[in-house]
């Protein structure tokens, strides 16, 4: 059973471009979590979607940033006209469905560069 | 607003020895309480967590406790080893049908061989 997988593990982008996370959660979970974590920093919430729905966005900037989990397929975390400031790493996790679920399984995370 | 932090950021134990790591956090409805680990490069391992009605849990060489009172929670490491070297978070969160976790800023195990 493969664990959450991200990809790509490191991204570089220019500013202005536009910057593409994906995540694929454990098989069997349909509950995905976006958090970003600056260097020394624990990680912030941004986002928690389950299959075609955003069920709690308050984490996410109002601009730039969105994000999706299609019927098929991966959870995309996408950065428009990226900034220096986007530069981080971006962790997804999954759970199971189910309400008093803590454990969360984290992938590898996205490490952003902006330059 | 309501946050959760450490006390501590750099912790240096003795291979062998038992660490100790703390916690304050200020969000009193919070009904779990968890330690993640995290090495470099890497994603937030679950260790262990704890439910806001109980104030310890033991897993394999880990004990969380939960004081309630003070707003105070600790990850107890027992005979600390070479790969317990990380950053250790401790977050909490509500079992609201989802987990939206608040982490705190970490602290960093350095385990002495």
């Known amino acids: 059973n493969a664990g959450v997988m991200q990809n790509p593990r490191h991204l570089v982008r220019r500013r202005g471009q536009e910057a593409r996370l994906r995540c694929s959660p454990m098989k069997g979970h349909s509950h995905v979590y976006w958090y970003r974590q600056l260097p020394e920093e624990g990680l912030k919430f941004m986002v928690y979607?389950?299959?075609?729905?955003?069920?709690?966005e308050s984490g996410m900037p109002k601009e730039r940033f969105s994000a999706e989990f299609p019927k098929e397929g991966p959870s995309i975390l996408r950065i428009q006209q990226v900034v220096r400031g986007d530069s981080a790493a971006y962790f997804c996790?999954?759970?199971?469905?189910?309400?008093?679920?803590?454990?969360?399984?984290f992938g590898q995370g996205t490490r952003l560069t902006v330059v | 607003g309501e946050s959760v932090g450490l006390h501590l950021p750099t912790l240096s134990v003795q291979e062998g020895d038992n660490s100790i790591i703390n916690c304050a956090y200020s969000n009193s409805a919070s009904d779990y309480f968890i330690w993640y680990k995290q090495e470099s490069g890497k994603g937030p391992q679950f260790i262990i967590d704890i439910r806001s009605n109980m104030d310890k849990r033991q897993g394999q060489r880990v004990t969380v406790l939960l004081n309630k009172t003070v707003k105070h929670l600790s990850l107890q490491i027992a005979a600390t080893q070479p790969g317990d070297s990380a950053v250790y978070f401790c977050?909490?969160?509500?079992?609201?049908?989802?987990?939206?976790?608040?982490f705190g800023i970490g602290t960093k195990l350095q385990v002495i061989p």
């Open positions: 996790a999954s759970s199971p469905s189910g309400q008093g679920s803590t454990e969360a399984f």
């Open positions: 977050a909490e969160s509500n079992s609201g049908g989802y987990q939206k976790v608040t």
């Open positions: 979607l389950q299959k075609e729905n955003i069920i709690d």
